[in-house]
């Protein structure tokens, strides 16, 4: 059983970590950034919100709609558009790592909302994280002919750790109240949205719908699902450190796909943000 709870969470990363290559196929073929995310936001919800209605799993507490709207907005509104520039900016793999800054958001987050205390370890892996990120924004792209990583790119990738940080500060909250397929048809419709306003509409060939539905049966609603599968079999820390291959997929796949090539150092402090999620999510198992 605990070999069945491990290949799910690793497809589950595995899907994940096609986000940016589908996505970058979007952007190659006409489809804007704030368009891809709607799309993935709306389809997603058509996909969610049917597997809810099917298990009649369609509950919704008053008073939790403040609490959904502003997950709505900032975990999938901004999360997918932030997520989409960092991956047209700074690259799939690149994003894919600062999207790993999550767990240093979730100390500082979950210090001011859940009151959980701040240990040495926490400290001494947030510092870690931020020394990886430093390490990262001072890299060159060597696959933009060694220029240097643009500002946007870091930025745009760190805030998607942000409101990546925020399923788990909801994920607390929402707990034992909505499974996953009941909380998204709420909150990826209020996400889809959130994004409609600002969404300029172009034609869009074969391909480009192709690279959004992989986008949203693959690495959105495919992966989800394998991922809380997976967590039936084991504890979520487990779960969490093995879905830390997710920037190594992303990585190989751009690189084969898209010939996406960052350098040592930018690797290398992409592994230090690794290691201190994993020394978090350790650090968090023990308590």
Not at 202 to 221: E, G, Q, R
Request: aromatic content about 16%; overall charge positive; some cysteine.
């Amino acid at each position: 059983m605990v070999f069945k709870g491990y290949a799910f969470i690793v497809a589950a990363a595995v899907l994940w970590g096609m986000i940016g290559p589908f996505s970058r196929l979007a952007f190659q073929e006409g489809v804007a950034p704030m368009e891809v995310a709607f799309w993935r936001a709306l389809l997603a919800w058509i996909l969610f919100g049917g597997h809810a209605i099917i298990r009649r799993e369609v509950r919704l507490y008053p008073k939790d709609i403040p609490y959904i709207l502003v997950f709505g907005l900032c975990g999938v509104s901004l999360f997918y558009f932030v997520y989409q520039m960092a991956v047209k900016q700074g690259g799939a793999a690149l994003a894919a790592v600062l999207l790993y800054t999550a767990p240093a958001w979730v100390i500082i987050l979950s210090r001011i909302f859940l009151k959980e205390s701040i240990t040495p370890t926490k400290i001494f892996a947030l510092v870690l994280t931020l020394i990886g990120i430093s390490a990262i924004s001072m890299g060159k792209d060597a696959g933009q002919g060694s220029s240097p990583i643009s500002v946007s790119a870091i930025v745009f990738g760190l805030t998607s750790g942000f409101c990546y940080s925020l399923y788990y500060i909801f994920g607390k909250y929402f707990t034992g109240r909505y499974s996953s397929y009941n909380l998204f048809l709420y909150v990826l419709l209020i996400g889809a949205l959130g994004l409609l306003p600002w969404v300029t509409f172009t034609p869009k060939t074969p391909t480009s719908w192709l690279a959004l539905m992989l986008l949203v049966i693959i690495s959105t609603y495919g992966a989800n699902s394998c991922y809380y599968i997976g967590l039936k079999y084991l504890d979520a820390g487990r779960a969490s450190i093995t879905a830390t291959i997710e920037p190594v997929v992303a990585a190989v796949v751009a690189y084969f796909w898209w010939g996406e090539v960052i350098t040592v150092q930018s690797y290398m402090g992409g592994t230090v943000i690794l290691c201190a999620v994993i020394l978090m999510i350790r650090s968090g198992e023990k308590q």
